[in-house]
């Protein structure tokens, strides 16, 4: 079961960014996050009550929620809104890949659990592969700017699953904290529009809709979900290997649709990002995955 989770994270994630470019310039960024975790919240929330699952979160633990939603349903994603109009969605999705290093690096930081000697040398191969495939290591680079945009929303995100992982240590259920989550976050972006002048008013073109419904219904409820399940399952570091696979399909479609040039160093970065997957996840002998994943 865990692993069809997350190999349907991973195709979900990698065709999300595709989605996101299709948005990007239509309306203020701020407002497609708002109508996707909107809708997503909603659908969430109902579905909860209608289940007889949604639960009261005692107030104490609102501010937890509440920085769960600015990390991880907000300010994350206007940072790659942005750096998406400076980079092609694969690209970005490649950068966002290196959530499993900040992952480990701030499980270390907040939660005490020491990295590996293995899962290190896996990050170090794949970051290396990053650096090819986006072509950091060739003459002209990519945008510094959309760069560190991308870098700034991955480091969010990354804080985000830290949270919520101290949310559900405290008690609350994760179907319920991803529902408060995403419904601060579209507080954090609604107030963001009205004291900036902005409308709140989404666009109406068919392409627009249909990418905020896919965003909104199996790239937030459903990848979500299973994402915080597997977070909490085999750990916030290995679950992050969703985001190394998940660029392999964003730039099949960045190739596709947006014209993005195949390299030399993108296929030499591919090879390394999945060298620098296995090496992460293989036992002793075996290139397979963890039995958490497998089971």
Known sequence: MLGVLFFAVVLIWGTTWFAIHVQVGSTPPETAIFWRFLIASLTLGGWLGLAG?????????????ALMGACMFSGNFLAIY??????????????????????????????????????????????????????MAGAGGISRTG???????????????MVSRRVVMAGVDLPNAIFRGMAWGCVFLAVRLVAG??????????AWIGALLYLA?????????????????????????????SPVVALAISILFEGTRWTSGMTLGIILV????????????????PRAVRS
Do not use: K
Request: with cysteine; hydrophobic share 50%; net charge positive.
């Open 274 to 289: 999945l060298l620098g997957n296995l090496v992460t996840f293989a036992r002793p002998g075996l290139l397979r995955l």
């Open 147 to 161: 760069a560190l945009l991308a870098l700034a929303g991955t480091a969010l995100f990354s804080c985000g699953n």
């Open 53 to 65: 699952r949604l639960r009261r979160v005692p107030l104490r633990l609102h501010a937890w929620l």
């Open 197 to 206: 002048g902005e409308s709140l008013a989404g666009s109406t073109d068919p």
């Open 82 to 135: 942005g750096s998406e109009t400076y980079l092609a969605s694969g690209t970005v999705s490649v950068i966002f890949s290196l959530a499993t290093l900040f992952n480990t690096l701030n499980q270390w930081l907040f939660f005490r659990h020491r990295p590996n000697l293995r899962g290190i040398a896996g990050g170090c191969i794949a970051i290396l592969g990053i650096v090819f495939m986006t072509g």
């Open 217 to 245: 219904l199996p790239g937030s409820v459903v990848a979500f979900l299973a994402y915080l399940h597997l977070v909490h399952r085999i750990g916030a570091d290995r679950a992050a290997y969703t985001t190394i696979l």
